[in-house]
């Protein structure tokens, strides 16, 4: 498709979105200011710097052996350069806290500082985009026990504490090089594969251990912690301390961020009808944009169902400043590279739908009961022009316009990816 082609397009497609009552213009940038929280992870399957064979644990997995992970800090610093180069729009990074720049030395979780980030910091600056952060409680022995922040053993706990503080400082820290709040992401795995006994008392000391690590203020000028639940993981299936109860009592208790993992929970039952309640009792929603198959719950994001509910209620509660749209997903089966595009392009085009939406128009139908109007006008804005204005809007940011992404993926495999070894 060429640039005219699509610029014809584009003329059309405006004129039938008009005739609905909607802006093209206005949504287009509307969904230019969303910034999507690209997960560094999809890159090396949740491997890290930390050590050279590090096994990933904590009831996630990553399966699969397509050739081409990222295997250095410099080699994942290219795949993202990439990536972000194959979609429109300005975007952040999500850090793991195992991705540090060790400078080959291993440096234990309760041991690292913002020194072993500012490469990234530098990076990210230079690139123009901002930095998230996460803590990392899993894929570590001192987490084999099951537990970390709740485990009976006050050593393992203090152990775990002194991360998460330390975690907060480098997201602080970044927060501030950067001029705009860090998001720092806790999810810690804690559970048990079998009826567990002392649910009470885990859940305590999870409460215990939070409490006096969050309780030390650090402005949310720099840093905004957001808590992550989860129902179960491979090896967690009876229990998970860290639960949504857990958290969503924890978050508006305490007044702070609460992060929503689509995979997170009952295999039917969905993230997005849970928008317009927790935008009403917390201040703040991070959201895992994932994809949940059977037991997994981190499938590439694709234009499904789900994500479109997902658009459609971040948008329609008028609230889209509050919700920090992050992705979470790692699939080591299909090229890496093109793991992310695919899922970080279908989550622009979830939301460039949400937001051509006469919403208007519909909440009219509602108040007159023309509930047969409602759902008709709902089935026939899916076949509208939308994807001509996804390509005007790739063409107008220097993105590749349609499938044009795939080429320029196979081309980087080529020449870069499928040269690791
Ligand atoms: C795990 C959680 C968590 C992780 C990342 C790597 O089930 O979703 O967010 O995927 O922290
Ligand atoms: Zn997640």
Request: hydrophobic fraction near 35%; proline fraction near 3%.
């Amino acid at each position: 498709m060429n640039g005219d082609q699509v610029k014809k397009g584009y003329e059309k497609a405006k004129d039938q979105y008009a005739s609905l009552g909607v802006d093209v213009t206005q949504a287009i940038e509307r969904l230019d200011k969303l910034s999507i929280s690209i997960h560094c992870w999809q890159a090396d399957d949740v491997s890290g710097f930390e050590n050279p064979n590090g096994e990933l644990t904590g009831g996630i997995q990553a399966t699969g052996n397509y050739p081409g992970k990222a295997r250095t800090i410099e080699e994942l610093k290219a795949d993202l350069e990439k990536v972000i180069s194959l979609i429109p729009g300005k975007h952040r990074i999500s850090l793991h806290a195992t991705y540090g720049d060790f400078g080959g030395k291993f440096v234990d979780r309760d041991k690292i500082e913002p020194k072993h980030f500012q490469s990234w910091i530098d990076w990210a600056k230079e690139k123009g985009v901002k930095l998230d952060f996460n803590s990392t409680f899993f894929s570590h022995n001192k987490a084999n026990s099951g537990y970390t922040l709740s485990d009976f053993d006050p050593e393992i706990r203090r152990f775990w504490k002194e991360h998460l503080r330390r975690c907060r400082e480098i997201a602080a820290e970044i927060g501030r090089q950067q001029g705009d709040p860090c998001i720092h992401n806790i999810w810690i795995p804690d559970g048990e594969k079998d009826k567990t006994v002392s649910r009470y008392e885990h859940r305590r000391l999870l409460q215990e251990s939070l409490d006096e690590v969050l309780t030390e203020k650090i402005s949310t000028d720099y840093l905004k912690d957001t808590i992550e639940c989860k129902l179960f993981g491979i090896g967690s299936e009876s229990y998970v301390v860290g639960s949504h109860e857990f958290y969503m009592g924890y978050a508006v208790k305490n007044n702070m961020l609460l992060t929503l993992d689509a995979g997170h929970f009952h295999p039917t039952e969905t993230i997005s009808d849970k928008l317009s309640s927790i935008l009403l009792f917390v201040p703040e929603v991070t959201l895992h944009v994932s994809r949940p198959e059977r037991w997994d719950s981190d499938h590439v994001v694709i234009l499904n169902d789900e994500l479109m509910a997902i658009a459609q209620e971040i948008v329609r509660s008028g609230h889209m400043d509050r919700v920090h749209v992050g992705l979470d997903y790692f699939d080591a089966s299909i090229n890496r590279i093109g793991a992310y595009v695919v899922g970080i392009r279908s989550a622009q085009k979830a939301m460039l739908q949400a937001l051509l939406e006469p919403t208007n128009k519909l909440r009219e139908f509602e108040k007159e009961d023309k509930r047969f109007e409602r759902l008709a006008y709902l089935e026939e804005l899916k076949a509208m022009p939308w994807n001509t204005l996804y390509n005007y809007y790739c063409l107008q940011q220097d993105a590749p316009v349609g499938d044009a992404y795939i080429k320029e993926i196979q081309e980087y495999e080529k020449q870069i990816t499928s040269k690791r070894v």
